[in-house]
């Protein structure tokens, strides 16, 4: 939704990954307190999917935990980088 910071989660391999994970990891149930315009958007993106809001939530979730962790990946990967070719940055900085 534009404006809304919510993007679509229409991606087939994140929603069968999802499904095969859910069928066979332990679940934990919680209730969450959402503003209203954040729960018509999840609850628009689950119809247009042709899935639960609860399986719009996990998605959205998990594809956020997992560019988290791509991003701190990359940011490790860099640092290395920096740390392993230090004197030559510094040569070429000169």
Do not use: C
Request: net charge positive; glycine share 4%.
């Amino acid at each position: 939704m534009p404006g809304s910071g919510l993007v679509r989660w229409s991606n087939t391999k994140t929603v069968l990954n999802w499904y095969r994970f859910s069928m066979s990891a332990e679940t934990v149930t919680t209730s969450l307190k959402l503003p209203a315009e954040i729960y018509e958007a999840i609850k628009a993106e689950a119809a247009a999917d042709h899935r639960s809001i609860n399986a719009a939530i996990v998605v959205a979730l998990s594809d956020h935990v997992r560019q988290r962790e791509r991003t701190r990946r990359v940011a490790d990967i860099g640092a290395e980088i920096a740390d392993r070719h230090s004197e030559l940055l510094r040569r070429l900085a000169q």
